[in-house]
């Protein structure tokens, strides 16, 4: 019997919505890819035994953020309160 998967708690949702909020998605996106690219290019030769993995986990990460980069399209163009937490940004 497939185990049932636990909804996100509200406290995990309030900490994803912050780092949308400050950490604007597009500009984390690149800068994670430009940094895993940049190590790849300068350990290449050295690579650990466990990188298949990485990749796999950077993969899913990126997909989450391709996903709120849509989602959160105009939140960093001016000032934006946001609702949930009163918090003013811009």
Do not use: Q
């Not at 049932?4 to 994670?32: G, K, N, Q, T």
């Not at 690219?37 to 035994?49: S, V």
């Amino acid at each position: 019997m497939p185990r049932e998967i636990p909804a996100l708690s509200p406290e995990l949702v309030r900490a994803f919505h912050r780092c949308m909020l400050y950490a604007p998605p597009e500009r984390l996106s690149r800068c994670l890819r430009t940094m895993f690219i940049e190590y790849i290019a300068h350990n290449r030769d050295f690579l650990p035994p466990d990188f298949d993995g990485w990749v796999d986990d950077l993969s899913l990460l990126f997909g989450l953020l391709d996903i709120a980069i849509k989602e959160t399209k105009g939140w960093h163009d001016e000032e934006v309160i946001s609702v949930s937490e009163g918090m003013k940004v811009g």
